[in-house]
C-alpha cells in the first residue's frame, strides 16, 4: 500500500456537523472517531466541551466550526465564536469566509475577517482552516474567472495567518437545472489549484465528495493533509480488507458530491 492506514487515518477529521445529530449522535461519533485514531472531529459549537471530555486521552483532536456554514456572521461574532470554543477545548477551528464580501470583491473585509478568526485561535494555540466553498465560485467574481478568484482567497488567507484553506463546507448546495440541489464539494482541479497557491506553510483541507478510500488516497497524492469524511468507517476498514488480500491501492476520483 502507497500510505500507512495510520498515516490516512491522521488525515480524517471525522465530520459531525449534520444539523438532525442528537446528543446521542454525537457521543457515538466520537467514540468512532477515537476508535478509528483520525486526526480530530469536526463538531458544532455547543458540543466542544462534552466532545473534549468524550475525546479525552484518545489521541483525538478537537475542532469546531465558525460561521458555519454560510459565513455570514458579523467579524465580532466569528472571533467571539472561536474565543469560545477554544476555551471549551477546541484545538483547531474551521472558519468560513464571508462569500459575499469576497464575491463583491472587497478584499480587506475578507481578510480581516479571516484575520480576527486567525489572531484569536493562535492565542488559544489553536489551527484554523478557512473554506472558501467553491461550489459558489465556479463563475468567480469581482472581474476574476474561477481560478484566478480562488487563488487570491489563497494569497489573503496565507497573508491573514491560516494554517489550512479548505474546499467546501460540505453543505455548498447549488440549484440544478433539474430544481434538485447538490454539490461537487472537493474536485481534483480545486486541490491542485490550491496546493499550488499556497506557500508549503499552508496546508490543503478537502471536504465534500470524498466516500471512499481511493477518494481519501487522490486527495493525499495530490497534496491534501486534511479531508474531512463521515464515510471513515468505510474508508479505514476497506484498508484493512486489501491490506489482508493483499490488494494495492490506485487512487480514484473525488468531487462526486457528499461528505
Known sequence: MKYSRSELAKMIDHSLLHPT????DLKAGCELA??????????????????VEWLRGSGVLVGC???????NSTTESKRYETELACKDGANE???????GKALSGDWDYVEADVKAVCDEAHKHAAKVKVIFENDYL?????GLGSDDFKRKLCQICERAGADW?????????VKQPDGSYNYKGATEHDLALMRASCSPKVQVK????????DGLIKVRDLGGTRCGATATAAMLDDYRR???????SSAGQIGSGGY
Open 93 to 99: 477551528i474551521d472558519m468560513v469566509i464571508n462569500i
Open 34 to 51: 477515537a476508535k478509528y485514531q483520525v486526526a480530530s472531529v469536526c463538531i458544532k459549537p455547543y458540543a466542544v466541551k462534552q466532545a
Open 138 to 142: 465556479t463563475n468567480g467574481g469581482a
Open 21 to 24: 445529530m442528537t446528543d446521542a
Open 206 to 213: 478537502a471536504a465534500g465528495g470524498v466516500r471512499d478510500l
Open 65 to 71: 466550526v465558525i460561521g458555519f456554514p454560510h459565513g
Open 165 to 173: 484553506v479548505k474546499t467546501s463546507t460540505g453543505y455548498g448546495f
Open 242 to 248: 486489501r491490506e489482508a488480500a493483499g490488494e494495492s
